[in-house]
């Protein structure tokens, strides 16, 4: 069983950059991929990306390039995702999945002015 | 192809039968999974790799994959499986991952 933890909601401005944390617990076997899934309110989902904490490789998807940004600490067992220039049509809820299986709880950011 | 599309809405009589459809391209290549979300919730996966179900997942619900198009049925249906029910595969490249718009179940 794999439990997901995520990091508490966010209030940002236009032009902030956001960093949602997540950290997994459990049968986690040494290589996996985490993604980032986001939902904007009232909204379907939408895939942001994937990061492969043991091997450090990561897959942006095109509508996130230049502004997204995967990281892990291999020391706290946590893994970050990182959106710079945000916009008001970043608002949503940010979650963290554990392979494409187990999701996390979710994160919401709100940009606003 | 990196589309999946999934009809908006479906209604269902209590312990009646409901199949969801999830069309494209990129699932001639690759499995479809589902996942149910309810109002204010995460979406919980309920079905992977055409027809296996995560544990707790009951058997009323079951996958196919037929050419292009993945399917999710729901049998005997109950009150609490209404919500929003959402495709996801693999797109044509591999690379990347994709939803279907989702299909609101109304029991």
């Known amino acids: 069983q794999v439990r997901l933890v995520q990091s508490g909601a966010e209030v940002k401005k236009p032009g902030a950059s956001v960093r949602v944390s997540c950290k997994a617990s459990?049968?986690?076997?040494?290589?996996?991929?985490m993604n980032w899934v986001r939902q904007a309110p009232g909204q379907g989902l939408e895939w942001m990306g994937t990061i492969n904490p043991s091997r450090y490789t990561t897959t942006y998807a095109q509508t996130f390039q230049g502004r997204l940004t995967m990281t892990r600490d291999t020391s706290t067992g946590t893994v970050d995702m990182e959106l710079i220039s945000l916009k008001s049509e970043d608002t949503g809820v940010y979650y963290c999945?554990?392979?494409?299986?187990?999701w996390g709880p979710g994160t919401t950011v709100t940009v606003s002015s | 192809s990196s589309e999946l599309t999934q009809d908006p809405a479906v209604s269902v009589a209590l312990g009646q039968t409901v199949r969801i459809t999830c069309q494209g391209d990129s699932l001639r290549d690759f499995y479809a999974s589902w996942y149910q979300q309810k109002p204010g919730q995460a979406p919980v996966l309920v079905m992977y790799?055409?027809?296996s179900r995560p544990s707790g997942i009951p058997d009323r619900f079951s996958g196919s994959t037929s050419g292009d198009t993945a399917s999710l049925t729901i049998t005997a249906a109950q009150a609490g499986d209404e919500g929003d029910y959402y495709c996801?595969?693999?797109?044509?490249?591999?690379?990347?991952?994709?939803f279907g718009a989702g299909t609101k179940v109304t029991v």
């Open positions: 459990g049968d986690i076997f040494s290589s996996y991929y």
């Open positions: 999945v554990f392979g494409m299986d187990v």
């Open positions: 790799n055409k027809n």
């Open positions: 996801g595969s693999r797109d044509s490249s591999g690379k990347n991952y994709v």
